[in-house]
């Protein structure tokens, strides 16, 4: 089955500065990446998602990355403020599948 | 329109104890899905239900089940609790259209 490794496990940023996460998959059918954002005591919430066919996706601050060939997408946070700081999972899965594979999770801190 | 609930939120169990997790959607979606959540592991597919009346196999369904009550309750069941069980339970759900899923608050469950 998919494999989903991500990278690093925690990351410290000063407000202003980017952030990025990186995420690896080993199944090349997987064909949607889903990044979610979790906070404390909460669900994790979608914040974006790519699918293979395209290789980069943008919305405001946040941009996701995809490599099919080397297997690997990753999350950019521009600007980041402290309302950024929360665990963000990276996932893999094949569209209209069931299931998805998760990271084991970032948890990043903006420091003010 | 409260999205995806779970009950309850906090539940301390013995061992050997069994106990039943709720979950209720009202977006009127077709797949909703168990997942465990334990530190530096990410979300783990426990069992997930593509439609009203089908139940399948996750990646770690050993020593759960569950009932796909109707189109909005989907229920997880630890019949004999263990203490490798102590972990953070979320349900999700999907309309089947798009591959979002949203995810309920959790459950946190601890098995002495």
Known sequence: GENVEQHPSTLSVQEGDSAVIKCTYSDSASNYFPWYKQELGKGPQLIIDIRSNVGEKKDQRIAVTLNKTAKHFSLHITETQPEDSAVYFCAATILGGNDMRFGAGTRLTVKP | ?112
């Open chain 2, 1 to 112: 329109n409260a999205g995806v609930t779970q009950t309850p939120k906090f539940q301390v169990l013995k061992t050997g104890q069994s106990m039943t997790l709720q979950c209720a959607q009202d977006m009127n979606h077709n797949s909703m899905y168990w997942y465990r959540q334990d530190p530096g592991m990410g979300l783990r597919l426990i069992y997930y239900s593509a439609s009203e009346g089908t139940t399948d196999k996750g990646e770690v369904p050993n020593g759960y089940n569950v009932s796909r009550l109707n189109k909005r309750e989907f229920s997880l069941r630890l019949e004999s609790a263990a203490p490798s069980q102590t972990s953070v339970y979320f349900c999700a759900s999907r309309i089947g259209i798009t591959d979002t899923q949203y995810f309920g608050p959790g459950t946190r469950l601890t098995v002495l």
